[in-house]
């Protein structure tokens, strides 16, 4: 994608902190702020914002300027406009945000939903309505979400990909403020299990940090965790490494920890698993080993999720207790 000027701004606001941005926002014409803050939603939520694209746009500004990891983006925005324009034209420029986002994307409120939430609620939707979704997320996030869906939907929904085209605008519209309700309407129901989501998404930020500290300063901080709390320290614990994190362990201790797992085991693993994933395990086991797990897939008709799910286990299980002996490392994005 060829950024303007406005979206270049944009991505040089959201690497910085919010005092900065707000100072250099200082004295500019609300219309304006008004319009960067639009461009720094629209990249974030139309997948177009990536740390390629703002590594660059930062490298033309600063060399020694680096993003924010702990980045919030709603918080950013707000605290953007609240500090710049005041609390009460603040809100209405949100609104205003809105609205002209909905014009250019009428998608991009479904765009940001999570891949799990979105299937699920596309999977009581016509195959067509989804085929147009599909259509309309990003090729890795459409991947994710076709992976979830089952594979009636599947099938028809791929399969009515090709004629989207033929879709008109409005039609197109229409679909999007469909899926948006369900989703408003799911997100509602699911309100208090969401909170209670919240505090382990904070805990597996702290589990990734930890995991790329040297060994004696990450069992120092364990240790000290445990003894405060061992039920949240042994949670760290576990989240530091899950099924997802595979592509990013580095290849030697992965191989060592695949000598282990026999290839049944791998190809019950590997049931309906991320290409990511089944390409990063392959690789790093031998071409022989890697025909019997297909040939070992192919002689299974329907494994049972609990079957997947203990084999995903065992492997994760043996690159926990690698990862707490400091045998991990793994490759930085």
Known sequence: MMLTGKQKAALLL???DITTATDLLKGIDPKLVQELAAEVTYLDAAGY???????????????????????????????????TVGEERARQIQAEIQQILSKRDPFIAVRSVDSQTLASVLE?????AVAVVLSEMPPKKSSEIIGLLGEGMRVSAITRMAGVDAIGVEAKGRIAETISSRLEAAAAARGASTSQARPEESLRKVAVILRNLDKEVRDGVL????????QVGEK?????????????????????ALRGIDERQLALALHKAD???????????SERAAARVDEEASLMSAPKKEDVKEAREKIIGVLREMNSKGE??????
């Open 124 to 128: 009581s939707e016509h195959p067509q």
């Open 49 to 83: 914002r990536t740390t390629r694209q703002s590594n660059e746009v930062i490298r033309q500004f600063y060399d020694s300027l680096r993003t924010e990891p702990a980045f919030h983006l709603k918080s950013f925005v707000k605290e953007m406009l609240k500090n």
């Open 14 to 16: 959201m690497s910085l």
């Open 328 to 333: 991990l490392t793994f490759i930085e994005e």
């Open 223 to 230: 240790g000290a965790m445990q003894e405060k709390d061992a």
């Open 236 to 256: 760290v614990a576990e989240l530091m490494i899950l099924w997802d994190d595979i592509p990013q362990v580095a290849d030697r201790p992965l191989q060592t």
């Open 275 to 285: 290409e990511t994933i089944i390409k990063k395990i392959k690789s790093n086991i």
